[in-house]
């Protein structure tokens, strides 16, 4: 593993945001797992980095792509990895999360990455145990991950991030990838327009640092990276637009949108994919788009996150 920013030195035990972030410690991760990539390519996937080192994948909420990947990017690096699910667990029978944490140190894990519905779970967690938190999603707060490999992938694909113009499309008030990503995006320049429909637009929009536009046609001819966002429909109680056949012609992206984008838009979705929904399949499939790249590309973050962490708790029990 290579990072050749050598000035720079990690010290968050924790990722729980990407809003507390610096534009540099952002880099420096995307960078550190720049470095990481190359152990996915070996014949022998494995690096010796998290050698003896337990990590457990708490999550409350279902997950394919950031659960697997983190539990790849755990044993790549050669760290014992612990499966743990609510269903299965005593969470089941009243037990707490944070006695659910105490009760997984006490049998000597050093990471524990968390999915949990409430906001501000994997906070709470870094208050009640020393073991490393990295959240995994919580409730609408951040996704920090999955913005890490989305901006990952973007600079990838665009180079700097600088003055690029990324729209993010759809869901944005139940989405913690939207956060994650305007956080992100803004720390390293880029240029971002939220688009959805009013009654999918978070309270105090205004506030963020970032344009808003309730008309994808408006913005879809200048625009150089658009993000997809899923529906949540379980997150809903009613629905926010009168139809999904209505939902899709305002703000779907079809084959006919992508006739007036930039012939090098990047199409990119967090996934799971409503097909048909907030993208057709010919588009979410088609050449621009990098969506299966991002998947790709969360493994070396989630590698170079487990790795960053690791190293800062070590550093911070050696200097005690
Ligand atoms: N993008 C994402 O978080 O997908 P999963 O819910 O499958 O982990």
Partial sequence: MTNTNTEFKWNRKHLIGLQELSAQEIEFILDTAKGFEQVSTRSVKKAPTLRGKVVVNMFFEDSTRTRISFGLAASRLSADVVEFTKKSSSVSKGESLIDTAMNLEAM????????????????????????????????????????????????????????????????????????????ALTKLGAEVTLVGPPTLMPAKVHELPVKVCYDLDEVIEEIDIINMLRIQFE?????????????????????????????????????????????????????????????????????????????????????K
């Fill in 108 to 183: 000597g894990i050093d990471t524990v990455v968390v999915r949990h519905s409430a906001g501000g779970a994997p906070k709470l967690l870094t208050q009640c145990i020393n073991a490393c938190v990295i959240n995994a999603g919580d409730g609408y707060h951040e996704h920090p991950t999955q913005g890490l490999l989305d901006v990952y992938t973007m600079r990838e694909k665009k180079g700097s991030l600088k003055g690029q113009k990324v729209a993010i499309v759809g869901d944005i008030a139940h989405s913690r990838v939207a956060r994650s990503n305007i956080w």
């Fill in 235 to 319: 997150r809903m109680g009613g629905s926010p637009f009168p139809s999904v056949r209505e939902y899709q012609r305002f703000f779907g992206l079809t084959v006919d949108r992508m006739k007036r984008a930039k012939s090098d838009i990047v199409v990119m979705h967090p996934g799971p994919i409503n097909r048909g929904v907030e993208i057709e399949s010919e588009v979410a499939d088609g050449a621009n788009s990098v969506i299966l790249e991002q998947v790709s590309n969360g493994l070396a973050i989630r590698m170079a996150v487990l790795y960053l962490v690791n190293q800062a708790a070590a550093n911070e029990s050696k200097s």
